[in-house]
């Protein structure tokens, strides 16, 4: 009993305590939880597709009948309307955007129907060939799946966050192989900060879902990247090109996603069925376009796509990505996003070769740019889509270009077409227009605990007290007075007061009240809200903000749980976070 009592007790030490030893190991456990789940969703893509395709290929739609493949669309897209049109707007929230969604309002915490409705949902899409990605549904699956292991441990509101950014950064290395590149977009895209007490964790959760990666699938990353390098910095004004190219693709890419979002009125059959049929019309012609593309990618980045065929599949696959993004199709967009920019530099790799045709150009150099380049635009995760580069190259030789190329992209689509990421695109059709990304100080108090600035100088009592009791409260020397059955706080000073004043008054007659009502005696006195430990001084604000308080007693539980609250560990104020913000020192945590 004694061992299971000390056991609860170093879990609560924690999940509930701001220890970077606690929060480390929920992290790795996060990550190997959801490089399972997004393990288990990649192997229920690729069985069926190598049982039923005739090369064996995750990709190779192409070996199929039209008839065949029309088919495939038309089942996979009827089976998802069928499976989405009972369900409310919230109940169909899925992908990253949901991921972000939480991440603002409601501090990381993920429903688990979600989760599995994500899970389903993107299966069927990929399954039946949709010119979609993997990565975004991986995504919420990371997430999804970090945030139910923080939600059971009850993990702190703060601490809860970062678990699910390191179930991001999971999903990523298992779906990619780059570690390092989940690592940056967890925090890039998702927690929107940088931070000590964020890196480590997630960096743990990255390993822990290349690891599991490797294991299942082997160590090659995603592409079949070929040696590259670039010759000379002749090719830099030719660089230079790529980055405004695919910059300008970026433009028109999200530009035809808010054109597509006219659409989100409509039924669902008619968002959903339209994009079905007009993937059937053109597969049938261009079958490369299903799937997430990446044999095509392949083949590109060993110069086997001629200029036509990618220019047909760059604008089949412009539209129908658009088209997906705007109507909260249950699948990802960096595959997509990838795949056009894939065909862009191959497209300009394959021109050089005719403005340049004694010049050594390597195709596959600037197919990987043009990944890289989009990625950034669209994403507006330049630092994320370097960092890929690097790894899926292996090739240090790659930086300087890519940042050139990347940062170009990301220039033009953002300063001079002043373009949103495609996700606040996205977020702000899906919210009415009315989402905004979190202001510098709300992320300071989300990722801030309440614990770091309460107040611990208070003491318990009831609203009636003998004088004994009354004096023995006065010598604890506190700064406040709790009547926690009232909800009602006062300094002890003003109960000394009062007893100073009714001894002074009736000195003569030898006697005292034996009884003390705190609420009767003359005394500045507040209301007081309930908040649980695992709060974050957000919450806290907003808590203070909805009931019209001043202050908040922090309990060590839920207010609202079965168990009851558990005991009251201190008081936070209004002033108490103000002061907190303004005189917290500047250091990186």
């Not at 039924?267 to 993937?279: C, H, N």
């Not at 303004?582 to 250091?587: A, N, T």
Request: proline residues 6%; hydrophobic residues 55%.
């Amino acid at each position: 009993m004694l061992l299971k009592t000390r056991s609860q007790q170093w879990l609560q030490h924690l999940t509930l305590s701001d220890n970077p030893l606690g929060l480390a190991l929920l992290a790795l456990l996060a990550g190997i939880a959801a490089a399972l789940v997004i393990t288990l969703f990649r192997l229920a893509i690729a069985w069926p597709l190598e049982i039923f395709l005739p090369m064996a290929s995750e990709d190779d739609y192409e070996a199929l009948s039209a008839i065949t493949r029309v088919a495939l669309l038309l089942g996979g897209g009827l089976l998802l309307i069928l499976l989405f049109q009972p369900l409310s707007p919230a109940q169909r929230s899925v992908g990253v955007t949901h991921v972000l969604m939480r991440m603002e309002r409601h501090q990381g915490y993920m429903p688990a129907a979600n989760l599995v409705l994500q899970w389903l949902a993107a299966a069927i899409a990929l399954l039946s060939g949709h010119s979609v990605g993997r990565e975004g549904p991986a995504i919420h699956m990371g997430a999804g799946t970090a945030s139910q292991l923080g939600q059971a441990a009850g993990v702190a509101h703060h601490r809860l966050r970062i678990l699910a950014g390191a179930g991001v950064a999971s999903a990523i290395a298992a779906s990619f192989n780059t570690p390092m590149a989940g690592v940056i977009f967890a925090m890039e895209v998702v927690l929107l900060e940088y931070n000590l007490r964020g890196f480590i964790p997630i960096i743990l959760a990255s390993v822990a879902g290349a690891v599991i990666s490797q294991v299942v699938f082997g160590s090659a990353t995603a592409f079949d990247v070929p040696p590259l390098a670039m010759h000379s910095l002749i090719e830099l004004p030719y660089v230079v090109a790529l980055g405004l190219t695919c910059g300008l693709l970026a433009t028109g890419f999200i530009t035809l996603t808010q054109r597509f979002q006219a659409l989100a009125p409509s039924p669902l059959w008619v968002r959903w069925g339209g994009l079905t049929l007009t993937t059937a019309a053109i597969a049938w012609w261009l079958p490369g376009i299903l799937g997430i593309g990446y044999d095509t990618v392949n083949a590109a980045l060993a110069g086997n796509v001629a200029i036509g065929l990618c220019l047909g599949l760059l604008a089949g696959k412009l539209v129908l990505a658009a088209w997906a993004s705007a109507v909260g199709f249950p699948a990802g967009l960096i595959g997509p996003t990838m795949f056009m920019g894939a065909l862009a530099g191959g497209i300009l790799g394959k021109l050089s070769l005719f403005w340049m045709p004694d010049y050594p150009v390597e195709i596959g150099f600037y197919v990987m740019l043009g990944m890289g380049a989009m990625m950034g635009a669209v994403l507006r995760a330049p630092l994320a889509a370097l960092i890929a580069l690097l790894e899926l190259t292996a090739n240090p030789h790659i930086i300087m270009p890519g940042m050139l190329a990347i940062v170009i992209a990301t220039l033009v689509a953002g300063e001079v077409f002043r373009l949103p990421s495609i996700f606040q695109v996205q977020l702000g059709n899906n919210n009415n227009g009315l989402y905004q990304p979190p202001h510098p100080v709300q992320m300071m108090l989300r990722s801030t605990w309440v614990a770091e600035a309460l107040s611990r100088s208070l003491a318990i009592s009831a609203r009636h007290i003998s004088l004994q009791a009354a004096r023995h409260l006065i010598d604890q020397q506190t700064d406040w007075l709790y009547i926690e059955d009232e909800q009602t706080i006062l300094p002890p000073a003003e109960l000394a007061e009062f007893i100073d004043s009714q001894e002074s008054s009736i000195a003569e007659e030898s006697s005292l009240p034996a009884d003390i009502d705190l609420l009767g005696i003359p005394a500045e006195r507040f209301s007081v809200g309930r908040i649980a430990l695992k709060a974050n001084l957000q919450d806290a604000l907003d808590h203070m903000q909805t009931h019209d308080l001043h202050w908040l007693a922090v309990y060590r539980r839920d207010p609202d749980s079965r168990k009851g609250p558990g005991p009251c560990v201190g008081l936070v104020s209004r002033a108490m976070i103000e002061r907190h913000y303004r005189y917290r020192p500047q250091i990186i945590r």
